[in-house]
Structure formats: structure tokens, C-alpha cells
């Protein structure tokens, strides 16, 4: 399973951006997929996940300015920016995992596999 991210960028306040996650064969359809990010200085936290079946669940802080979404194909995750924040500022990775759903789809420790980052920055 290979997983690659990509759409990260400078952006101000307020601005958006849509972060891609192109995942071999068909892990996007039959797997979890995660969003995740780490700032300097900061353990990675959890920020969105999809499961196999399509439920969504957001950190707090994202929910209603975010929206992680799969393609028709299903070989692609999206997650959707908007009303970005300096906050948001950290490297973004996607992951994959099977078998989640519900809160476990927030735990870290349960994605087996990992894309590189993507770095957003956000200037005020």
C-alpha cells in the first residue's frame, strides 16, 4: 500500500486549500483514510478520517471549515480547506487503515499505513 500526498501551500487567512491523498490500487475504497498533522515543535494529531463505508469524523477545531471526501473512483481522498487559520499551520499527512470506524478512526496508532507530508502554511 503506497500513499502519496500532495496540495499543500501558502495561503492566507481566511484562504483555502484542497489537499490530495492518491493511494495504490484500491486503498482509498477499501481501506480507512485519515488526515493528520504535526506542527514544529508539536506530537502529530489527528484532524479527519473517511471510513471504508463513508462516515466522516473532524477534530474540533476543523469541524465546519474542513471536509474530507473520496472520488467517484475512489483512488483519491480530498481534504477541503477553507477559512484557514495560522493555526493550521503544520505538515499534513494522510494514512490508511483497515477495518475503522466510529471514534477509532481518531487513534493514531491504528493507521498501518503513512503518505509523506505536505506543508500549509498559513500567514496572518
Known amino acids: 500500500v503506497q500513499l502519496q500526498a500532495c496540495g499543500g501551500g501558502l495561503v492566507q487567512a481566511g484562504g483555502s486549500l484542497r489537499l490530495s491523498c492518491a493511494g495504490s490500487?484500491?486503498?482509498?475504497?477499501?481501506?480507512?483514510v485519515g488526515w493528520f498533522r504535526q506542527a514544529p515543535g508539536k506530537e502529530r494529531e489527528f484532524v479527519a478520517a473517511i471510513s471504508r463505508a463513508g462516515s466522516t469524523v473532524y477534530v474540533d477545531s476543523v469541524k465546519g471549515r474542513f471536509t474530507i471526501s473520496r472520488d467517484n473512483a475512489k483512488t483519491t481522498a480530498y481534504l477541503q480547506m477553507n477559512s484557514l487559520e495560522p493555526e493550521d499551520t503544520a505538515v499534513y499527512y494522510c494514512?490508511?487503515?483497515?477495518?475503522?470506524?466510529?471514534?477509532?478512526?481518531?487513534?493514531?496508532?491504528?493507521?498501518?499505513?503513512w503518505g509523506q507530508g505536505t506543508q500549509v502554511t498559513v500567514s496572518s
Open positions: 494514512a490508511a487503515a483497515r477495518d475503522l470506524w466510529g471514534m477509532s478512526l481518531m487513534s493514531i496508532g491504528r493507521y498501518d499505513y
Open positions: 490500487g484500491r486503498t482509498v475504497s477499501t481501506y480507512a
